[in-house]
């Protein structure tokens, strides 16, 4: 059978085996925590600036539950920007691992005394992740790649759109302020997003409109 009429006839299993394949993907990441013999480290005054903030470790973990719930709504809603959207982390991974073993960048963190829910949730970011590859950020890139999908996506009410947002911005902001990444890491993520998916909206969308918008 010819794998893009499949693909093109049958969204629904296209989409879970991509999402299959960027679980597999994200589960490389372990490999290129590590530092590697020349790290950089891209703060600047601006993130010098920047407080500490434990509170602000809420939005940074609810990133665990907006990725898959936001997908699965732009599953529901409109299976192209679906599409594009997993695409769109698939390859911005991929290229955020190439970059890694190219140019590792680190993030000076901050002592976190306390017993508290919020620092004892930063200790265990921080034991999971390693202060390795920061830029660009791969939290940002997912969470803004998810945002662009339901900006574009049909049948979302605005209200649902700008929750979306709403909740997305304030991950990416979470990610200064518990200094898990610096202000170039967010501005790369959220480029290397934009442009990932401007590109694979504009070679994959009229190929998939006719077949995958019937199946919404």
Same mark, same amino acid.
């Given at each position: ?11 629904? &299993? #296209? ?7 960027? #679980? ?18 891209? =703060? ?18 609810? &990133? ?23 695409? /769109?982390?698939? =390859? ?13 960048? /680190? ?45 574009? #996506? ?9 929750? @979306?947002? @709403?909740?997305?911005?304030? @991950? @990416? ?35 998939? =409109?006719?077949? &995958?918008?019937?199946?919404?």
């Amino acid at each position: 059978m010819n794998i893009m009429r499949y693909i093109r006839t049958r969204p629904l &299993w #296209a989409l879970i085996i991509l999402v299959a394949v960027y #679980a597999l993907v994200t589960a490389l990441y372990p490999l290129f925590n590590k530092p590697l013999e020349t790290t950089y480290c891209l =703060s600047t005054a601006l993130d010098e600036g920047i407080p500490f903030s434990r509170g602000w470790i809420v939005p940074y973990v609810s &990133w665990y539950a907006f990725l898959p719930g936001v997908a699965f709504f732009l599953l529901l809603k409109d299976k192209k920007q679906c599409g594009i959207t997993l695409l /769109t982390m698939i =390859s911005g991974l991929l290229l955020s691992y190439l970059t890694y073993s190219l140019f590792q960048t /680190t993030v000076p963190r901050p002592a976190v005394p306390g017993d508290d829910l919020c620092s004892r949730l930063v200790q265990l970011i921080y034991n999971i992740d390693q202060p390795y590859n920061a830029f660009p950020s791969i939290h940002v890139l997912a969470t803004y790649a998810l945002m662009l999908g339901t900006a574009k #996506a049909e049948g979302i009410k605005k209200i649902a759109t700008a929750t @979306i947002w @709403i909740v997305g911005w304030a @991950i @990416i902001i979470s990610t200064v302020f518990v200094k898990q990444h610096v202000v170039a890491d967010i501005l790369g993520g959220m480029v290397l997003a934009q442009v990932l998916h401007l590109v694979l909206t504009h070679f994959l969308s009229p190929w998939l =409109s006719a077949r &995958w918008q019937e199946a919404n």
